[in-house]
């Protein structure tokens, strides 16, 4: 009774995965013409400095978000336009590496920029920092849409990560270009295979992902 009351709640626990050989694909190499600004990896989030796990600024996938977000890109590309990933995915220990932040005592030079109107410390509480991401699950992505005339990103009424209602898809504290703008990368995102999430204009996780309960953690390196 024990070792099946053990199976089954080892059933229900998410996997996390620490191995070296997990099924992550670099996907500029499939589309090599996508742009990245993978902002973890660098001092431009909301830490403030480079996050957990990101060793390298790169762009991993699991193969089937990788090829979905292929076609993405062509569609985007028909419209004279790019996507720029912010970020795909996103080690486990990076995940806990916000958790930590949360409850620390370390500087936020980037609270005017990331959540100006909250205290850190209700960050997890709010919804807004969670133990665990989809991220983590190799199929979820954070992006917007890039002029390839201009090259500078469409106007989308905030910027990436700001914690603030105002950064729902269909926020009424937006104007109409921006709404407009988000519709579109929406538009973009949906007709590839990927589902948005509402309250970030900005993420969405390919719908039929393939390892929906798995959570890697293998350090994003060269």
Known sequence: MYQLLIV?????TPLIVHADSDPLVNAQARTPSLLTDIRYAGHDNFIGRTVAGYEAPLCLLSEAASMALDHAQELAQKRGLSLLMYDCYRPQRAVDDFVAWVSSVAPEPTKASYYPSLDRSS???????ASKSGHSRGSTVDLTLVSTTTGEP???GTSWDF???????????IDLAARNNRL??????????FRPYYAEWWHFTLVDEPYPETYFNVVIDE
């Open 8 to 12: 089954l709640l080892l059933s229900l």
């Open 123 to 129: 960050l997890i509480d709010l919804g807004y920092i």
């Open 154 to 156: 469409l106007y989308m």
């Open 163 to 173: 914690f603030d209602p105002m950064s729902h898809t269909e926020s009424d504290a």
């Open 184 to 193: 579109l990368l929406r538009e973009i995102m949906t007709a590839s295979g």
